[in-house]
């Protein structure tokens, strides 16, 4: 007897654009809800020796990775790992 187990950490396929920009949109929706600045007091120097406003802005523009995703073929279908 055989028996099919779904795993998740292997497998999944290429995502397509229009899945890609949806969940792109989705992402970007949550996280524009989620996001909080962060707290850098005034006069403060940067360990970079950036001006607080370059800090900030730089700190805005980097991304996070906080997660790989895996796409399996259907908008529902997912697996992610932190």
């Not at 779904?6 to 929706?29: F, M, S, W």
């Not at 524009?32 to 730089?58: F, K, L, Q």
């Not at 906080?66 to 908008?75: A, H, M, Q, S, V």
Request: aromatic residues 12%; proline residues 9%.
């Amino acid at each position: 007897m055989r028996m099919w187990v779904y795993n998740p950490h292997t497998g999944g396929k290429k995502v397509p654009p229009a899945v890609q920009a949806r969940t792109e949109r989705r992402i970007l929706d949550y996280a524009n809800n989620a996001y909080t600045e962060p707290d850098v007091p005034r006069g403060r120097v940067s360990p970079g020796g950036e001006s607080r406003e370059e800090w900030i802005e730089r700190l805005r523009n980097t991304p996070t990775h906080l997660c790989r995703i895996r796409y399996f073929g259907n908008e529902d279908r997912w697996s992610f790992a932190f």
